[in-house]
């Protein structure tokens, strides 16, 4: 079975510019989460979704962070524009989300450097 | 709002000693608890996992241990080796809402 898979894996871009971040979960998660890991930091999270529903974005700054799943599988988060302050390694993570069940699994994330 | 608390945020131990991680959670819903281990540079791998109707489980050299009535639980690796050098991230949530509460990490190494 593939893991939950994420790219790029590196992406190096000047402030101001939009940059996005792509995740494919593992096969049959409905439960799909974006982290942000500061270095020497735990994941923090930006937004979970239930199938295609964004059912907590209360972290997500929604000035210059977008996300969708429109299909309830892949799903795309955005920055626009980047600032210096938001280089760090995006975690894209899924869940069966079933009752009882649940174990998260990350992906290898995105390591974003804003210069 | 929710919180969890994780110590030491830096641990060394000599190889073949235990090393013993804690954490303590504020919501008192939670009811599972899954550790994660993250190598430089790589994605934080699930280990272990409890949920709040046992106390114990061990999986060879690791154990983590729940006290629902103080809110903490514990990681315990036994027999540690270099290979185990690492940081490790506690966290808590409850079955139904599966936001997950990462404590702050901490980063373990075993001296040869």
């Known amino acids: 079975e593939a893991g939950v898979v994420q790219s790029p894996r590196y992406k190096i871009i000047e402030k101001k510019q939009p940059v996005a971040f792509w995740c494919n979960p593992i096969s049959g998660h409905n439960t799909l989460y974006w982290y942000r890991q500061n270095l020497g930091q735990g994941p923090e999270l930006l937004i979970r979704y239930e199938n295609e529903e964004a059912v907590d974005d209360s972290q997500l700054p929604k000035d210059r962070f977008s996300a969708e799943r429109l299909k309830g599988v892949d799903s795309t988060l955005k920055i626009q524009p980047a600032e210096l302050g938001d280089s760090a390694v995006y975690l894209c993570?899924?869940?069966?989300?079933?009752?009882?069940?649940?174990?998260?699994?990350f992906g290898p994330g995105t390591r974003l450097t804003v210069t | 709002g929710e919180n969890v608390e994780q110590h030491p945020s830096t641990l060394s131990v000599q190889e073949g000693d235990s090393a013993v991680i804690k954490c303590t959670y504020s919501?008192?819903?939670?009811?599972?608890f899954p550790w994660y281990k993250q190598e430089l540079g790589k994605r934080p791998q699930l280990i272990i996992d409890?949920?709040?109707?046992?106390g114990e489980k061990k999986d060879q050299r690791i154990a983590v241990t729940l006290n629902k009535t103080a809110k903490h639980f514990s990681l315990h690796i036994t027999e540690t080796q270099p290979e185990d050098s690492a940081v490790y991230f506690c966290?808590?949530?409850?079955?139904?809402?599966?936001?997950?509460?990462f404590g702050t990490g901490t980063r373990l190494k075993v001296l040869a």
């Open positions: 409890i949920r709040s109707n046992v």
């Open positions: 966290a808590a949530t409850t079955s139904g809402t599966y936001k997950y509460i």
């Open positions: 993570a899924s869940s069966s989300g079933k009752q009882g069940r649940g174990e998260q699994y």
């Open positions: 919501d008192s819903a939670s009811n599972y």
